[in-house]
Nanobody, 120 residues
Framework: QVHFVESGGGLVQPGGSLRLSCAVS????????MTWYRQAPGKERDLVAT????????NYANSVKGRFTISRDNAKNTVYLQMNSLKPEDTAMYYC?????????????WGQGTQVIVSS
């Protein structure tokens, strides 16, 4: 059974930092590309950062480049999002997403989300 535990969200002042964690079970995370998405109220869900299975390649939305860092610990089946220099516009629900493609087959899983609020 697939299970996600997302944590690390909360209320932080502008300029502050948070570290989100996404611990997964029920599948071998090292074979999945892991992605953090976020969705602000009334807006679409947007990609924030993604990391391939071996951690060798990462990609970021332009809005978070230089401020956010995605990483993973496959031994712990966990992916992280270090968020620095937070801005009010970073306020959103942050979701962890796992995807694996093999030939014509595709597996995808979503976490339940963790709320981030950036406000003074």
């Amino acid at each position: 059974q697939v299970h996600f535990v997302e944590s690390g969200g909360g209320l932080v002042q502008p300029g502050g930092s948070l570290r989100l964690s996404c611990a997964v079970s029920g599948f071998t995370a090292s074979t999945y590309t892991m992605t953090w998405y976020r969705q602000a109220p009334g807006k679409e869900r947007d990609l924030v950062a993604t990391i391939v299975g071996n951690g060798g390649t990462t990609n970021y939305a332009n809005s978070v480049k230089g401020r956010f860092t995605i990483s993973r610990d496959n031994a712990k089946n966990t992916v992280y999002l270090q968020m620095n220099s937070l801005k009010p516009e970073d306020t959103a629900m942050y979701y962890c997403y796992a995807e694996r493609r093999e030939s014509l087959r595709r597996w995808t899983y979503w976490g339940q989300g963790t709320q981030v609020i950036v406000s003074s």
